[in-house]
Every structure is written in C-alpha cells, then in structure tokens.
C-alpha cells in the first residue's frame, strides 16, 4: 500500500488535476461520499466516529453543513454525552434549527484555525496551578465518619473569625 501526502491545491480550483496513483495511474476517486452509497467502517470510520462522539467533550465542527446522516448524527451523540459542539463556518445562520445550541466560529476554518491551535499551545505550556489543600473535615479515610464527626463538633465548639 503506497502512502501520499496530498498535493499543495492549485490556485484556482478550475487548474486542480485529479488525483492519479502514483503506481498504476488510475484516477483516485475522492474522499466523498456519493448519493447512491452509505457511511460504513472501512472507508469512512462512521462507527469510530460515533463511539469517539459518545466520549468527547468538545466537538468541533469544520468543513461540513450537517446535511447528510453521519455528520448529522455525529452531532446528535456528542450532544446527548453532553458535549460541547463548536461549530466554525464563513457562513452562520443563527436561525437555523441545526445551530441551536452551538457555540459559533464565524471565519475560514485556514485561517482561524491555526489561531486557535497556537492558543492552545499557549494555554498547555503555562504552568499547571496548584492542588488544592485538603480540608481537614473531608477525609476519604476508613475512619471518615468519626473523624468527619469529631471535626465538626470541634468547630461548632469555636466560634468562626472574620478576617
């Protein structure tokens, strides 16, 4: 199985050429699904797709008007795992029933998706904030209760401060 990384796209979409295997010469089709097929594993990944959906907490939506099933549904089972569905297109229409519930980029996915990726990394390179202190009352420790007790029987002995 020969491995090709795609062509740089030509300037104007009317000078793109077809893709040919670079062993045999044949045309390659696209990675697009025709009116008379379905979504299936081998070729599109629809039920990795869909299990990946079911777990993630953003889902971000680039290159597509959710017009055909596996996007749609996709969608639809991020958002019942509770999800948040970010959607990002040139064109938004609000009033659309497919948007409700969706945060919105507005703008090329080119050019606003490196942004987002170099906030990203921005974001994960900052130093990680520090743990949060045990308080002494929420122990997970065998003797919780009594010692859950014992504390708060010592605070209500003392009366609290303001500082």
């Known amino acids: 199985r ?35 097929e ?5 070729l599109y990944r629809s039920k990795s797709a869909l299990r990946a959906a079911e777990q993630c907490d953003v889902l971000l939506i680039v290159g597509t008007q959710l017009t055909t099933g596996l996007p749609q549904r996709i969608v639809s089972v991020a958002r019942t795992g509770g999800a948040t569905i970010i959607r990002m297109d040139p064109l938004v229409d609000l009033k659309d029933a497919s948007s409700a519930g969706m945060l919105h980029v507005q703008g090329k996915s080119g050019e606003a998706l490196p942004k987002i990726v170099s906030e990203l990394r921005k974001f994960l390179s900052e130093p990680l904030l520090a743990p949060l202190a045990d308080l002494p009352c929420a122990t997970s420790s065998p003797a919780a209760g009594s010692a859950l ?9 003392s009366p609290s401060q303001a500082s």
């Open 38 to 42: 379905s979504y299936n594993e081998a």
């Open 149 to 157: 007790k014992a504390c708060r029987a010592e605070q209500a002995k």
């Open 2 to 36: 020969l491995v090709v990384k795609t062509p740089i796209p030509a300037k104007r979409e009317e000078d793109e050429p077809l893709h040919r295997c670079a062993k045999c010469g044949v045309r390659q089709r696209p990675k697009i699904l025709w009116f008379d």
